[in-house]
T-cell receptor
Framework: KAGVTQTPRYLIKTRGQQVTLSCSPISGHRSVSWYQQTPGQGLQFLFEYFSETQRNKGNFPGRFSGRQFSNSRSEMNVSTLELGDSALYLC??????????????FGQGTRLTVV | GESVGLHLPTLSVQEGDNSIINCAYSNSASDYFIWYKQESGKGPQFIIDIRSNMDKRQGQRVTVLLNKTVKHLSLQIAATQPGDSAVYFCAEGITGGGNKLTFGTGTQLKVEL
């Protein structure tokens, strides 16, 4: 069974630009969460999507947004990029069949560098 | 100026010894806990999870212990191998709160030959 796939693996963008990252979850998984990982702040939760609806949101500015499609694939978008947005962006997929938390499996991440 | 990185605690063990990695979690409402392993250049890899109705759970070469009284979690790795070298994170979640996880800062495990 294929794992979580994130594309692209690497990105270099200029300050002020916007970027879209993609995540394909494990087949059958309905929950997709996004995390930002930096040396300074560690792993921080951005948001979670379940059945095309945002179910949870972390403490990030409105420049960070996401969506989920009917096939559970998800995208996240960052507008007006800042140098501090340079990070590894990780996507995690979960079965989430009921109220109980289920194992979250991570992709390899997208390494975003803002110059 | 430059941002200061998180100082990751480091645990160095000899190959074949047992390793114990500790984690203090923050939210007394958390009832679901996971340990992840992250190797350089890769995403976190699920190791083992435990729910708050248990205080111990065993996997292959790993054991997780949960002490809710002091909000402490530990991961024990038996017969540590060079391939166990990585950063280990604990994460906490809340049933019914979706799949949002709050991660600890991580511990760097170094296995010496």
């Amino acid at each position: 069974k294929a794992g979580v796939t994130q594309t692209p693996r690497y990105l270099i963008k200029t300050r002020g630009q916007q970027v879209t990252l993609s995540c394909s979850p494990i087949s059958g998984h309905r929950s997709v969460s996004w995390y930002q990982q930096t040396p300074g702040q560690g792993l921080q939760f951005l948001f979670e999507y379940f059945s095309e609806t945002q179910r949870n949101k972390g403490n990030f500015p409105g420049r960070f947004s996401g969506r989920q499609f009917s096939n559970s694939r998800s995208e996240m978008n960052v507008s007006t990029l800042e140098l501090g947005d340079s990070a590894l962006y990780l996507c995690a997929s979960s079965l989430a069949a009921g109220p109980m938390n289920t194992e979250a499996f991570f992709g390899q991440g997208t390494r975003l560098t803002v110059v | 100026g430059e941002s200061v990185g998180l100082h990751l605690p480091t645990l160095s063990v000899q190959e074949g010894d047992n390793s114990i990695i500790n984690c203090a979690y923050s939210n007394s409402a958390s009832d679901y806990f996971i340990w992840y392993k992250q190797e350089s250049g890769k995403g976190p890899q699920f190791i083992i999870d435990i729910r708050s109705n248990m205080d111990k759970r065993q996997g292959q070469r790993v054991t997780v212990l949960l002490n809710k009284t002091v909000k402490h979690l530990s991961l024990q790795i038996a017969a540590t191998q060079p391939g166990d070298s990585a950063v280990y994170f604990c994460a906490e979640g809340i049933t019914g709160g979706g799949n949002k996880l709050t991660f600890g800062t991580g511990t760097q495990l170094k296995v010496e030959l």
